[in-house]
């Protein structure tokens, strides 16, 4: 079994950076992709970028690409989601996901394990 816990987010005005963390505990492989996505209300959760496992490659949605950089950390088993120029849209509780695998893909269903969440909240 592998736990994931979010950490980082909160209310931010437009503009503003954020660094999320995601702390992964349990049965962890530094070969495994990890990933965050994200859910607004009333809008189904969507893909915003993962990394490969030893973070190889990584690949970002195009509503935050130039914005957002995922990275990991192997030896704390972490990974991070620094987000900068944030907008309103933005706005949703971001999720980490990891899964046995070792490419970085962009689909909810091929991730096994979920994080509970954290809430963040751009202001105009």
């Known amino acids: 079994q592998v736990r994931l816990v979010e950490s980082g987010g909160g209310l931010v005005q437009a503009g503003a950076s954020l660094r999320l963390s995601c702390a992964a505990s349990?049965?962890?492989?530094?070969?495994?992709?990890m990933a965050w996505f994200r859910q607004a209300p009333g809008k189904e959760r969507e893909f915003v970028a993962a990394?490969?496992?030893?973070?190889?490659?990584?690949v970002y949605a195009d509503s935050v690409k130039g914005r957002f950089t995922i990275s990991g950390d192997n030896a704390k088993n972490t990974v991070y989601l620094q987000m900068n120029s944030l907008k309103p849209e933005d706005t949703a509780v971001y999720y980490c996901?990891?899964?046995?695998?070792?490419?970085?893909?962009?689909?909810?269903?091929?991730?096994?394990?979920w994080g509970q969440g954290t809430q963040v909240t751009v202001s105009s």
């Open positions: 996901a990891t899964r046995w695998g070792t490419i970085a893909v962009v689909t909810p269903a091929q991730y096994s394990y």
């Open positions: 349990g049965r962890t492989s530094s070969s495994s992709a």
């Open positions: 990394i490969s496992g030893g973070g190889g490659s990584t």
